[in-house]
């Protein structure tokens, strides 16, 4: 666990000082006291708690704490020993009079690998606030202080209390990992806490308001804005100019999509920007906006306005209304009470970044040249919605476009474009799908071929023909690993002599937020959070967590990555104007990249599992998307918080 020496704030009550005092002076083997005041550390000591016992033992750790004479101590174990049954020794304390609640508590937590905290000194996140009401959580003493995937850590006097844990699971409907909170600081923890949120909210709801009143007084610089009882068109000049300011403004800010929504018909319309991932707010507007905004965008991209009950899509070129090259995707959905929801999409046109450029490690860039430099073959590219498999396989034909071959690609949508490339733009609806695409370029001389994605099994099987008539294609798959990828385009009937003469290799891939660089910040990293990356590390690639294959890792990373004295370091995210507060700017790749060599081509035409395919692949020194992970968090690029969010193994 990682130890902070903490001092015993000036304003406690003197009937917290002892307790206070258990849980300051209880040293660890190197003489600091086990007390989190950090987010990070946290979050890993809670995850990683195992509740192992130690060698210490409850009667000398109060001993050694000096809230109980050694003296007292011998009394009491020589009760226990007179009684039949016996009678717990901490409760025996307890009810002599010996020691209090709170320092019974302190010293269980030291025995127990319970991360203690110090509430004064942590600030709780939002997201972690809003999973717990405020009643509860003053009523119950408990303070919400991070939210993971899945995961609530939370601060309380009684971190082995069944009853609360099981509560808040119910509430929140997460797995709730409990920390101790120094004795007598949850109460105006709590309060604190909530408070500051609220003050957050109001300034984020007077900024909004700001926001919408400077995007009005844009909008009247040109016409003025109607009344409040006048009836807001999609032509009237004011809702013109604000939906050109905001589309403006997401391109300012690097957003990837705008989300247009809202709950009712009477309600605000809330208006948020996806960037690097996650969703902003941006602007609200009121509801009578809401119907003229709609049509505007509906126009924009040349939809049916009469049409409110089926969803459409469609797309606009911005270069038509604005000076800015810009083109946008338009999802409309209708939703409840006659709403509709519009999310768009913005497709930039933007250039292909250079493939060192993606995130790649030196050995997985190295692998992936070697593979792409083949004459023909497979290439598969896989990953859920929005992870980047676009942009990687964009950088690969930007590799391979030197002018000397013939490239084609069959897009859903064209969202990069580069000059040397045949770009198709594919249309289910007229029957010019993937399929047919394919069948069109074998015809054109292609040298290589790029196919949006391999949805069925006839685009699979003639990606597969065209791969072993001398081209070299590149295609993309939804699937969580490259081992899987495998599994899955043999369940959905490819030949598997055909395929695993085909396939060059399978890269995987996840999106992290990267660590701001101008206000990131280096701490040495604690035993207890190496051991929990180590613990991850061996877990992933499904390997004994024994302390042989530990120590080899650790001594790997300490040459690789340690300072001057073998110690490693973490990257902490601070928050400063060049991120918007948030820590983290721009976003970059973690990948698994899978070679098919001899040992994958037998599995493939003996139908392996996918669990024998990736044994094999990590027997060839594949490391997996956690593990790529994790030495980008050793290099200070991201963090252990965004690695364990972006995948599942």
């Given at each position: 666990?990682t130890?902070?020496?903490?001092t015993?704030?000036?304003?406690?009550?003197d009937?917290?000082?002892?307790?206070?005092?258990?849980?300051?002076?209880?040293?660890?083997?190197d003489?600091?006291?086990v007390?989190?005041?950090?987010?990070?550390?946290?979050?890993?000591?809670?995850?990683?708690?195992?509740?192992?016992?130690?060698?210490?033992?409850?009667g000398?750790?109060?001993v050694?704490?000096?809230?109980?004479q050694p003296?007292?101590?011998?009394?009491?174990?020589?009760?226990?020993?007179?009684q039949?049954?016996?009678?717990?020794?901490?409760?025996?304390l307890?009810d002599?009079?010996?020691?209090?609640p709170?320092?019974?508590?302190?010293?269980?937590a030291a025995t127990?690998?319970m991360?203690?905290?110090?509430?004064?000194?942590?600030?709780?996140?939002?997201?972690?606030?809003?999973?717990?009401?405020?009643a509860?959580?003053?009523?119950?003493?408990?303070?919400?202080?991070?939210?993971?995937?899945?995961?609530?850590?939370?601060?309380?006097?009684?971190?082995?209390?069944?009853p609360?844990?099981?509560?808040?699971?119910?509430?929140?409907?997460?797995?709730i990992?409990?920390?101790?909170?120094?004795?007598?600081?949850?109460?105006?923890?709590?309060?604190?806490?909530?408070?500051?949120?609220?003050?957050a909210?109001?300034k984020?709801?007077?900024?909004?308001?700001?926001?919408?009143?400077?995007?009005?007084?844009?909008?009247?610089?040109?016409?003025?804005?109607?009344?409040?009882?006048?009836v807001?068109?999609?032509?009237?000049?004011?809702?013109?100019?604000?939906?050109?300011?905001?589309?403006?403004?997401a391109?300012q800010?690097?957003?990837?999509?705008?989300?247009?929504?809202a709950?009712?018909?009477?309600?605000?319309?809330?208006?948020?920007?996806r960037?690097d991932?996650?969703?902003?707010?941006?602007?609200?507007?009121?509801?009578?906006?809401?119907?003229?905004?709609?049509?505007r965008?509906k126009?924009?991209?040349?939809l049916?306005i009469?049409?409110?009950?089926?969803?459409?899509?469609?797309?606009?070129?911005?270069?038509?209304?604005?000076?800015?090259p810009?083109e946008?995707?338009?999802?409309?959905?209708?939703t409840?009470?006659?709403?509709?929801?519009?999310?768009?999409?913005?497709l930039s046109?933007?250039?292909?970044?250079p493939?060192?450029?993606?995130?790649?490690?030196?050995?997985?860039?190295?692998?992936?040249?070697?593979?792409?430099?083949?004459?023909?073959g497979?290439?598969?590219?896989?990953?859920?919605?929005g992870?980047?498999?676009?942009?990687s396989?964009?950088?690969?034909?930007?590799?391979?476009?030197?002018?000397?071959?013939?490239?084609?690609?069959?897009?859903?949508?064209?969202?990069?474009?580069?000059?040397?490339?045949?770009?198709?733009q594919?249309?289910?609806?007229?029957?010019?799908?993937?399929a047919?695409?394919?069948?069109?370029?074998?015809?054109a001389d292609?040298?290589?071929?790029?196919?949006?994605?391999?949805?069925d099994?006839e685009t699979?099987r003639?990606?597969?023909e065209?791969?072993?008539?001398?081209?070299?294609?590149?295609?993309?798959?939804?699937?969580n690993?490259?081992?899987?990828?495998?599994?899955?385009?043999?369940?959905?009937?490819?030949d598997?002599?055909?395929?695993?003469?085909?396939?060059?290799?399978v890269?995987?891939?996840?999106?992290v937020?990267?660590?701001?660089?101008?206000?990131?910040r280096?701490?040495v990293?604690?035993d207890?959070?190496?051991?929990?990356?180590?613990?991850?590390?061996l877990?992933?690639?499904?390997?004994?967590?024994?302390p042989?294959?530990?120590?080899?890792?650790?001594?790997?990373?300490r040459?690789?990555?340690g300072?001057?004295?073998?110690?490693?370091?973490?990257?902490?995210?601070?928050?400063?104007?060049a991120?918007?507060?948030?820590?983290?700017k721009?976003?970059?790749g973690i990948?698994?990249l899978?070679?098919?060599?001899?040992?994958?081509?037998h599995?493939i035409r003996h139908?392996?599992?996918?669990?024998?395919?990736?044994?094999?692949a990590?027997?060839?020194?594949m490391?997996?998307m956690r593990?790529?992970?994790?030495?980008k968090?050793?290099?200070g690029?991201?963090?252990?918080a965004?690695?364990?969010?972006?995948?599942?193994?």
């Amino acid at each position: 666990m990682t130890s902070f020496a903490r001092t015993i704030p000036a304003d406690l009550a003197d009937d917290a000082l002892p307790a206070h005092r258990a849980a300051r002076d209880f040293c660890t083997p190197d003489g600091q006291a086990v007390v989190l005041a950090d987010l990070d550390a946290v979050w890993h000591a809670a995850n990683a708690q195992v509740h192992l016992l130690h060698d210490w033992r409850l009667g000398e750790v109060l001993v050694a704490n000096g809230s109980l004479q050694p003296e007292a101590l011998q009394q009491a174990l020589a009760r226990q020993r007179s009684q039949q049954p016996h009678q717990p020794l901490g409760q025996l304390l307890q009810d002599a009079g010996l020691v209090t609640p709170a320092e019974l508590n302190v010293a269980l937590a030291a025995t127990m690998s319970m991360p203690v905290v110090d509430t004064a000194e942590l600030q709780p996140e939002p997201e972690a606030l809003a999973a717990l009401p405020e009643a509860f959580a003053r009523r119950q003493r408990a303070l919400p202080l991070l939210r993971r995937p899945g995961t609530l850590v939370v601060a309380v006097d009684d971190p082995w209390a069944r009853p609360l844990l099981d509560e808040m699971r119910f509430l929140t409907n997460l797995r709730i990992l409990p920390v101790m909170a120094l004795p007598q600081t949850l109460d105006r923890a709590v309060a604190q806490a909530y408070e500051r949120r609220r003050q957050a909210q109001i300034k984020q709801e007077h900024a909004i308001e700001e926001l919408a009143a400077e995007l009005s007084a844009q909008a009247a610089a040109s016409a003025p804005l109607p009344a409040d009882d006048e009836v807001i068109t999609e032509s009237s000049s004011a809702l013109v100019r604000l939906v050109h300011t905001m589309i403006e403004d997401a391109v300012q800010r690097h957003a990837s999509d705008i989300h247009i929504e809202a709950t009712g018909p009477a309600t605000p319309v809330v208006i948020r920007f996806r960037v690097d991932g996650t969703l902003v707010p941006y602007l609200e507007m009121p509801a009578r906006w809401r119907p003229a905004i709609v049509a505007r965008l509906k126009i924009m991209s040349d939809l049916d306005i009469a049409e409110h009950r089926k969803p459409q899509d469609g797309k606009i070129d911005f270069s038509r209304f604005s000076t800015t090259p810009m083109e946008l995707r338009v999802v409309i959905v209708p939703t409840s009470h006659g709403v509709e929801d519009v999310v768009l999409r913005l497709l930039s046109g933007a250039k292909p970044m250079p493939l060192d450029d993606i995130g790649l490690n030196a050995d997985n860039l190295a692998r992936l040249r070697q593979v792409i430099a083949k004459p023909y073959g497979l290439v598969v590219v896989c990953g859920p919605t929005g992870c980047g498999k676009t942009t990687s396989l964009h950088s690969i034909l930007r590799e391979l476009n030197n002018g000397e071959r013939k490239i084609w690609t069959a897009e859903d949508p064209i969202e990069i474009t580069q000059p040397g490339l045949c770009q198709v733009q594919v249309n289910s609806r007229i029957g010019w799908t993937f399929a047919a695409a394919m069948r069109t370029f074998l015809r054109a001389d292609p040298d290589v071929i790029m196919i949006g994605e391999m949805r069925d099994e006839e685009t699979a099987r003639i990606a597969i023909e065209a791969s072993l008539t001398g081209h070299l294609v590149f295609s993309t798959l939804h699937t969580n690993s490259a081992a899987e990828s495998i599994a899955r385009l043999l369940e959905i009937g490819l030949d598997p002599f055909n395929f695993s003469d085909s396939l060059l290799g399978v890269l995987a891939q996840r999106l992290v937020r990267r660590l701001c660089t101008q206000c990131r910040r280096a701490e040495v990293a604690g035993d207890d959070e190496i051991d929990a990356m180590a613990h991850a590390w061996l877990r992933s690639s499904h390997e004994d967590d024994e302390p042989a294959r530990r120590d080899a890792l650790l001594t790997r990373w300490r040459h690789s990555y340690g300072d001057g004295q073998g110690r490693l370091r973490l990257w902490r995210r601070g928050g400063c104007p060049a991120c918007g507060g948030h820590g983290y700017k721009g976003r970059m790749g973690i990948h698994e990249l899978l070679v098919a060599d001899d040992t994958i081509r037998h599995h493939i035409r003996h139908r392996a599992s996918a669990a024998d395919i990736l044994h094999s692949a990590l027997d060839e020194h594949m490391l997996t998307m956690r593990q790529d992970g994790i030495e980008k968090v050793l290099q200070g690029l991201t963090d252990m918080a965004e690695v364990l969010a972006a995948n599942n193994n």
